[in-house]
């Protein structure tokens, strides 16, 4: 319940057009109670209470909400009055006492609602911070979570996902190589080839970031810890860490498996040159059912049809997300 309060909250203090309709029906609410519910102080108090809290609390600017409630206060009484306004009722302690409880009411959950959406911007850019972080350690992998994130969403949007499935996924992009930050040098900038002790170090990478960032609930609800957990597995059941196949794996990580393994193939790496395209393209086309999900894949085709090479990043700005990918 508090979850879905506070996605509404964030997406309507993000549109304006919403937040002007809903204070509109707020104040329309509160001046048909007026005239009609005469008779229930209490529910009238009740009701009015929650209009200011869906209308005038999503305002950010303290001077808007003022006006606001000045013209609410203003309405109700003179539906009280049938005579004009005088100068001493608008100096009445009634009318000072319901402005400043009104404006007390609307800005008290407005900083309640604005705390929320900090905080939350605030451990996203922690966590890209760690990404960056870890991309700093190999200027040849630099990039490649800003890629991954990149191409992850670009295959999302084109297999119709949500757009907040798709700010999730690119999220789920920057973050998904995080627990390579437990990984020791010598064997992340390895220039030869790995014995299977150092593999199996690298392998525990997913749990590693899954376990590093399992505290932030943000992450947990938005699902983007399990893409950071399975971005490894394979749609056969042959991958790491638990081995899940299919449908079990989520959506989320079947797309970056895809959009990991093409950005690391077209990529220069410490062990190598950059591969050539057309032998990454085919390369994803052969794994379709055995390491990647053929829908995927067929999503992924179906944009390199389209775009050819104008699809690699370097030709493309990285596409930017926003906070509300944790609503
Ligand atoms: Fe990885």
Redo the contacts with the bound molecule.
Sequence with gaps: MKKHLGNYAESIINNRLLNGSIVLLAFLAVIVTDIYIDNFPLFQIAYLMLSLMLGLAFWKETWIRSLLVAIMVYSKISLEQTEVFQVHDILSIRIITLFISYFLTASSISFMILSYIKQKKNTLQLTFTLAKALDSRDHYTADHSDHVAYYSKKIAEEMNLSKMACERIFIGGIL??IG?IGVPEHILGKPSRLTEEEFSIIKE??ITGYDMLSHISHLKRAGILDMILH??ERFDGRGYPSGIAEKRIPVAARIMAVA?TFDAMTSKRVYRGELNIDFAIEEIQKNAGTQFDPEVVKAFMSIWNREGEKLLPKYSPVAKTSSNAFS
């Design positions: 998904h190589d390579k990478h997913p971005h490894h990991d």
